[in-house]
């Protein structure tokens, strides 16, 4: 990826809350499935804002750092989605999205960001990426000593 898109924790916050809202009336769903890890983050946003309670998750890993190799779940939230909203932090290639709309044909799929390659294939999603853009997530980062420019 060329470039780089970083995400502070008040951006995401922001950005969570605005799909909350989207996903209103709260009272039409019975819970959230969070696509572990990354989906954890808007879901417990989302969770506080829409006065949710029945959190549960599909667990898969397929990046290593930047590479992707195949999906594995490790654990997966029963039933076929509905009247759950599942939800990511992102879609990339859509490989991941792809796997989780097979799993839950009837629930509402929303993701925070989506590039290009991915973004039909969610219900929802607030931030458009550029395709060569890797985003740098608030949980991934940490703040660190950046020194001065005009250092002797
Ligand atoms: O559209 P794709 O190309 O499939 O990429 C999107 C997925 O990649 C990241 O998860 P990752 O597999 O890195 O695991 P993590 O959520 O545990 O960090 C991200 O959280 C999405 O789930
Ligand atoms: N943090 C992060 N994880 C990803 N997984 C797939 N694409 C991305 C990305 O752009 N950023
Ligand atoms: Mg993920």
Same mark, same amino acid.
């Given at each position: 990826m060329s470039e780089k898109y970083v995400v502070t924790w008040d951006m995401f916050h922001m950005h969570a809350r605005k799909l909350s809202e989207r996903l209103l009336p709260a009272s039409q769903w019975k819970g959230i499935i969070a696509v572990s890890r990354g989906g954890l983050f808007p879901a417990a946003v989302m969770a506080r804002e829409l006065g949710l309670r029945h959190i549960e998750t599909v667990c898969i890993a397929s990046?290593?750092?930047d590479k992707q190799g195949e999906l594995n779940v490790l654990h997966?939230?029963?039933g076929d989605g509905e009247g759950f909203i599942v939800v990511?932090?992102?879609v990339d290639t859509g490989n991941t999205a792809r796997a989780i709309r097979e799993m839950?044909? $009837?629930a509402r799929f929303v993701t925070v960001?989506? $590039?290009p390659a991915g973004a039909s294939l969610v219900d929802d999603y607030v931030v458009d990426i550029p395709q060569n853009t890797w985003i740098e997530q608030p949980w991934d980062m940490g703040i660190c000593f950046v020194p001065p420019l005009a250092r002797k």
């Open positions: 990046y290593d750092h997966r939230a029963q990511d932090d992102l839950y044909p $009837k960001f989506a $590039k």
